[in-house]
């Protein structure tokens, strides 16, 4: 890990530890990925809806998307959702299981979140470049996100 990714981390802790709420505390790491990694456009949670198999959006950081609920299956969420995997995809122009939330989005990654082994929701992050997502990244931002499970469970409807 570089040190700015370690400093990142800290900061993500400090911020879930101080957070007066989990929403608040979430919708702050989005802010601190989007304003802290090149690259992050879109910045955002979806709770997942077990008695449903669907996602539900949660706090974000960047431009509105009509997805707002998205079922296990489909979309790229909905692919991590149903295979409780990370999904990276390097040029959403080649996907075909995937909703377009805007045409500047050129890859995603989208990483689901567990607590008590269930799963409870997703990091999901869109960027305006191609590949933005390689190895590197990736198991950094799984690492942001394996400490987010107890918040994005708290968020879930009973
Ligand atoms: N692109 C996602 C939809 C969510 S937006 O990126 C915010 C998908 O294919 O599931």
Redesign the pocket.
Known sequence: MSSEQAALLKDAERIMANADSAGTGLQRICDLIRSRIPGCD?V?FYIAVSTRDELALGPYSGEA?E?LR?PFGH????QAAATRATVVVDDVSTEEN????SPH?QS?VVIPVFHNGEIVGEL?I?SHEIASFGRERRAFLEKIAGKLGEALASLMPA
């Open positions: 879109w955002g998307t997805h998205i979309g790229v969420c909905g995937y909703l377009s939330c989005v995603e999901d869109d």
